[in-house]
């Protein structure tokens, strides 16, 4: 099962990842989200943050790199090691996957869009979870629009109802490990 959670940016699509992480720890998720970097209240970057606790710049306003979306510079090296890496090791070992996001930024990388698509092509058997923004872009569209996909859309359905409705399809694809 491929669950895509969409919603406009602070939503809580995030939050909702990491109270799954957190609520299913008996599950062993591979994959990363991305965390706000903050200073002096302003958000001025995001890191990459594995399910196993490795953390690593992924974009920063003064960071040098040519690779940019808006204010922020983005480290696709970041990506393509660490983020990829960890969702590599979890497809070796059958695991669920959660993938935080598949947006703007990741998708600057071309090793992380074939990364994708080789893997939402493929019948990888185990749940995958990934976030992806609700601004319509055509390697999304693409994704949206192969078989079974459940997409899932904060905006309209309401933080409390997509998180239930993951968690109901957690439950159901791992009901012999969870109490």
Known sequence: MRILITGKPKAGKTTLIKKIIKEFSCVSWCGFYTEEVIENNNRVGFNIVTTDGQKVLFAHKDIASPYY????????????????????IGIKN???????????????????????????STDYRELIIATIPITPLPFLENLKKLPGQLILNIDNLGFNTVLNKTKESIKTCYALIIK
């Open 69 to 88: 979306i808006g204010k922020y510079r983005v480290n696709l090296e970041a990506l393509e090691t660490v983020g990829i890496n960890s969702l590599t």
């Open 94 to 120: 059958n695991k669920p996957l959660i993938i935080d996001e598949v947006g703007k930024m990741e998708l600057l990388s071309k090793k992380f869009q074939n990364f994708i698509k080789d893997l939402f």
